[in-house]
């Protein structure tokens, strides 16, 4: 099951993320991350009774997003550098999406695909367009986007991205793309 996960989760999240020592981020990170809003966990069910029942202390996968939003406006000047007014137009709405992880031994299950979609989903929804680093290997498939409302407007390939960004050699090879992706028809 999808759900809604908070900062009461990033004790946890720190303590079972699925990457080399050099990549792994502190508790304050993920807590930060998690007060956003945007960030979901998948949560394992076990059957009592006949029944299936989500079991709350089984957090198995997460998808977490950092919001980037900036205001849109202009501003009315008289002389240059003297702003007299700033007129909002409301805000370009985008979200980063920091981390979408599975633990280890729940993986090659889909369960990371179904956090994906139900982030892009809810994301379509609010119309906020969405940054990421991908490896190939995680690299959307045009038709999964379609089929969440989403195209690709940047693609930037990034080699050996990770290695520069933990400063780390052993992570050379790592290579990422950039992305953002925009609702269809925004």
């Known amino acids: 099951m999808i ?3 908070g900062p009461e989760r990033a004790q946890y999240i720190t303590d079972h993320q699925p990457y080399p020592e050099a990549m792994r981020e502190g508790v304050e990170v993920f807590a930060r991350l998690l007060a956003s809003g945007h960030c979901l966990g998948y949560f394992g069910e076990q059957l009592v009774d006949g029944k ?5 202390d089984q957090l198995i996968g997460w998808i977490l997003f950092e919001d980037e939003s900036e205001p849109i406006g202009w501003d009315i000047m008289t002389t ?8 909002n137009l409301g805000h370009h709405r ?13 993986q090659r299950q889909g369960t990371g695909k179904l956090l994906a979609a ?4 809810n994301l379509r929804w609010n119309g906020y367009r969405i940054r990421m680093h991908c490896r190939r290997a995680s690299y959307p498939s045009p038709g999964f986007l379609f089929r ?3 195209e690709i407007v940047a ?11 933990y400063e780390d050699d052993s992570l050379k090879g790592e290579h990422a793309h950039e992305l953002v992706l925009k609702p269809i028809g925004q």
């Open 148 to 150: 969440y409302g989403y």
């Open 118 to 121: 139900a982030a892009y989903k």
């Open 52 to 56: 299936h029942v989500v079991r709350d």
């Open 80 to 87: 240059p550098g003297t702003v007299i007014k700033h007129v």
């Open 94 to 106: 985008q979200v980063y999406c920091y981390d979408c992880a599975v633990l280890p031994e729940c």
């Open 155 to 165: 693609d930037v390939f990034l080699p050996d991205h990770y290695a520069k960004e």
């Open 3 to 5: 759900k809604s996960i």
